[in-house]
Structures are given as C-alpha cells and as structure tokens.
C-alpha cells in the first residue's frame, strides 16, 4: 500500500458502489444469458468497457457525461437504444426485461462498512463518501442507508462535474473534509480509482469481494495512527 503517513491519518473515506453497497451491476451475466445477449455485451453497452478496458470510447463517453451531470439519463438511454443492436448482435435492448431484472439483481448493503464508518465517525475521524454516480439514481442510493447522518461530506461525481479517476475530485473531497490528501484513507472496488488516489497523496484501499479484508486493513493501518480510544 501507497500514500500518505498513516500516523496521519484524520479522516476515512468511502466509496459508495461495490464497498458500501454491493457492486451496481452484480448478477448482470445472469441477465444477459437468460436474454440471449452476447456475454459481457451489458457492461460494454452501458459503460463502454470489456475486462476492464474501454473497447467502445462512444459508449465510455456518454457514461462519464452522465456521471458528471452533463448528460440526463433520458438522453443516454435514447442514445443507449439507438445503438444497442451493435453491441447485441443485432437485437434490441429490452428495456422492459432489464427494469424486472434490476427490481430482484443481487443488490444489498454491507452493513459493516456502515457500523465501521458510525464507528469511526464516533471516535474522532472525519468521514465521507466519494461516488461516481447518475443525477437521477440519487434518491436511491441515498435512502439505501443513513448516509446523512454518517457522512458530513458527500462528493457525487454528477453534483461536482467531476468524477473518479480525475485526481481534482480526491483534492476537493480533502477541501471539504479540510484535510490534507496526505491525512485521508481511501477505500474503493476499483483499482484504477484506487491508485489516482494514492497518485495525489492519499493511502488507498482497494475492496474485493470480501468487504471483511479491506476493512482488516483499515484497522491495521488506523491501529499505526495516533492513539485514539474506541467504543
């Protein structure tokens, strides 16, 4: 692990898809199989990307423009349609079918990381959550848990027009905690969000499957900070 001192650390902060909540697009391969759909077709119809790299830079765009409130989500689904037989073999996009499925996908909390951020707000540390997220999904996402209450700041890629792995929005998340990138613990499901963290001073986690190791290692590393007592 990389980034600043951990004798430093003041604050912890907290993605939200896939480490306070499961990963958003959990269970899609099921989706696509029960559909016919070529594997892998919804993550490069959608984001723009296969195994992790950008194979459609349209696709990949239109996914930043809406996470940075450039684009509503009606027009990127217009443009989502239009264009989903080249990704489809040639087939529709069943919308009607994707909104059944996403009201039962595998979709949940890890409520640990919840009682460790109330923990860590208890004792002393500043918390916050980072999030790439969609203008329209708001409600949603923030009803999932109390996030007013854990979170004095919340950073939302599509309020702030900025959005992960850009190293500006790491640097305003400290400008509104009021802390050095240096003093901030960063916890994300994605690697390359998490090494622009750790590219603007920050130390950085990344989360698995497993939520229990990350936060394993976020014990150990606050355990090397300055004596703080715990309830």
């Excluded at 992790?52 to 409130?69: C, F, I, K, M, S």
């Excluded at 923990?119 to 959550?129: F, I, K, N, P, Q």
């Excluded at 848990?145 to 500006?168: A, T």
Aim: proline share 6%; with cysteine; hydrophobic share 45%.
């Amino acid at each position: 692990m990389e980034g600043g001192p951990a004798a430093a650390i003041e604050a912890v902060i907290f993605d939200y898809g896939g480490v306070i909540s499961t990963p958003p697009f959990a269970g899609v391969a099921d989706f696509e199989q029960a559909q016919g759909y070529p594997q892998g077709s919804m993550l490069r119809m959608f984001l723009g990307v296969d195994s992790g790299r950008v194979v459609d830079p349209e696709a990949a765009r239109r996914w930043h423009a809406l996470e940075t409130g450039a684009l509503t989500l009606a027009h990127f689904l217009e443009h989502l349609l239009a264009r989903a037989p080249e990704h489809l073999d040639g087939e529709g996009f069943d919308v009607g079918a994707y909104l059944e499925f996403s009201m039962v996908a595998p979709f949940g909390i890890h409520w640990q990381m919840v009682h460790r951020a109330r923990e860590l707000r208890d004792t002393g540390y500043s918390t916050a959550v980072l999030t790439n997220n969609v203008a329209e999904w708001g409600p949603v996402w923030r009803s999932s848990f109390p996030v007013d209450d854990l979170f004095p700041v919340v950073v939302d890629s599509c309020e702030v027009g900025l959005r992960k792995p850009d190293p500006r929005i790491y640097l305003l998340t400290c400008e509104r905690l009021s802390v050095t990138a240096a003093r901030c613990v960063f916890l994300d499901d994605n690697i390359a969000n998490v090494q622009a963290a750790r590219g603007v001073g920050m130390s950085a986690l990344l989360v698995g499957d497993d939520p229990r190791h990350a936060l394993a290692e976020l014990d150990a590393l606050l355990d090397r900070g300055p004596d703080r007592s715990r309830s």
